[in-house]
Antibody, heavy 125, light 107 residues
């Protein structure tokens, strides 16, 4: 059974850097079958897609965050990470890591299937 | 960015009711549409992907349909555990975008 879980600092001051880590059980971030993504949920409950790392190592980020975000994978630790810098109050949210598989039917449809439980991040001085 | 508009934003229903939630994209997304259920304090859980494919373990009371830019999630007979918030997600083009959610509450 695939399990993902996020870890992070919880509270970050404005203008500081945020690093979140996602760990995986029941699988490997080196698998060529899946991609890995970060999603956040703002206090008003809106969900925002942050970005994705493909099994090639290529990344794609939401243009709204592109200048501040980095997603990377460390296959030796079986972790993948999100770095966001610098943070503002608008980055206060619950952050989820998740797995993406490709549903191959008449097209290759990306599907976010397994999610971590989420880690809250509060940006406040 | 593709805008996803869900309706209604909330509804009240009773156990046994048929519930329909719609999701409209700002352009055609060719069936690249997934539905999620979220309960308070939990991560969203995948219900349906690729418009109409039921995720393993999801009750058959859930179904999805649609094409082009208009999609529907139907719960044929609402059960007590189905009271939750539902979101659609398009993965047709990046950035992927979610609907704003539909809260299904108790009448």
């Amino acid at each position: 059974q695939v399990q993902l879980w996020e870890s992070g600092p919880g509270l970050v001051k404005p203008s500081q850097n945020l690093t979140l880590t996602c760990s995986l059980a029941g699988g490997s971030f080196g698998s060529r079958r899946y991609y890995w993504t970060w999603i956040r949920q703002h206090p008003g409950k809106d969900l925002e897609w942050i970005g994705i790392i493909y099994n090639s190592g290529d990344t794609y980020y939401n243009p709204s965050l592109r200048s501040r975000v980095t997603i990377s994978v460390d296959t030796t630790k079986n972790e993948f990470s999100l770095r966001l810098r610098p943070v503002t109050g608008a980055d206060t949210a619950v952050y989820f890591c998740a797995r993406v598989f490709i549903h191959d039917v008449w097209a290759s449809i990306p599907v976010v299937d397994y999610w971590g439980q989420g880690t809250p991040v509060i940006v406040s001085s | 960015d593709i805008q996803m508009t869900q309706s209604p934003s909330s509804l009240s229903a009773s156990v046994g009711d048929r519930v329909t939630i719609t999701c409209r994209a700002s352009q055609s997304i060719s069936g690249f549409l997934n539905w999620y259920q979220q309960k308070p304090g939990k991560a969203p859980q995948l219900l349906i992907y690729g418009t109409s494919t039921l995720q393993s373990g999801v009750p058959s009371s859930f179904s999805g349909s649609g094409s082009g830019a208009d999609f529907t999630l139907t719960i044929s007979s609402l059960q007590p555990e189905d009271f939750a918030t539902y979101y659609c997600l398009q993965t047709y083009s990046t950035p992927w975008t979610f609907g704003q959610g539909t809260r299904v509450g108790v009448k």
